[in-house]
């Protein structure tokens, strides 16, 4: 009876283990946690943009992926590029700004 208990505890430790290890991030993917903070930052960058009176014109698009923000489509300017950069890096948890904007 106690080597039983044993192993249907043993059982329940492997399987916490291998829960926890699958949530867990590498080089190439994001945690849970971290997928939802990257969905954060991504809404509040597209929120800012579109209140924006100035890059609410333009159709940007914004991924990020562990803090890092990309910004990319087309504008009509230099200086809307750089609006836009300083506008993604100033929301919250934002590391860095990949500024991927053209002018068209």
């Not at 039983?4 to 991030?25: E, M, N, P, Q, R």
């Not at 890059?55 to 890092?68: C, D, E, H, M, Q």
Request: charged residues 25%.
């Amino acid at each position: 009876m106690k080597r039983g208990y044993i192993l249907i505890l043993y059982a329940v430790i492997l399987i916490l283990i291998a829960t926890f290890a699958a949530c867990a991030s590498t080089s190439k993917s994001e945690s849970t946690g971290e997928y939802l903070d990257d969905s954060v930052i991504t809404t509040k960058v597209k929120a800012i943009l579109i209140k924006d009176e100035a890059l609410k014109a333009f159709p940007i698009s914004v991924k990020t992926y562990r803090g890092v923000v990309q910004l990319s489509g087309s504008v009509d300017s230099q200086k809307i590029i750089d609006k836009a950069g300083e506008v993604a890096s100033r929301v919250e948890g934002v590391k860095s700004v990949e500024n991927k904007l053209v002018i068209k």
